[in-house]
């Protein structure tokens, strides 16, 4: 089976991005990739392309299936640029609300990084 996704590196942060609106099964995918490469520190999840479209169920499963893959300290970002998948984003983040866990929701990717460039973990 083909993944929806690539996973890169990029000055120093897990990058996910997704060719098409993923699935469940498919961003749980790419939370197992990931999780493998790093358990911690910097993620950008990217759904630009294709949006997200998840119950809020589905949304909430999947911050606490992130939450017994990856450990703290960690920054993520997530970048959705349409306004549904912006809105599911915001969810996950209170969802996934944990200690030394920070998370914030961009429109660009360049805003992603330079939030990075910010601070570090």
Do not use: C
């Amino acid at each position: 089976m083909e993944k929806n996704y690539t996973i890169d590196i990029i000055d120093g942060v897990t990058t996910i991005r997704y060719a098409e609106k993923p699935s469940m099964r498919d961003i749980q995918a790419a939370i197992d990739d990931a999780a493998r490469i790093n358990q911690r520190g910097k993620r950008l999840w990217n759904f630009s392309k294709g949006g997200l479209n998840l119950t809020s169920t589905q949304i909430q499963g999947l911050a606490d299936y992130a939450k017994t893959k990856f450990s703290p300290p960690s920054r993520v970002a997530i970048v959705a640029s349409e306004d549904l998948a912006f809105g599911l984003s915001r969810m996950y983040e209170a969802f996934r609300a944990q200690q030394n866990v920070d998370i914030e929701i961009f429109r660009t990717e360049e805003d992603a990084h330079k939030w990075f460039k910010k601070d570090r973990v």
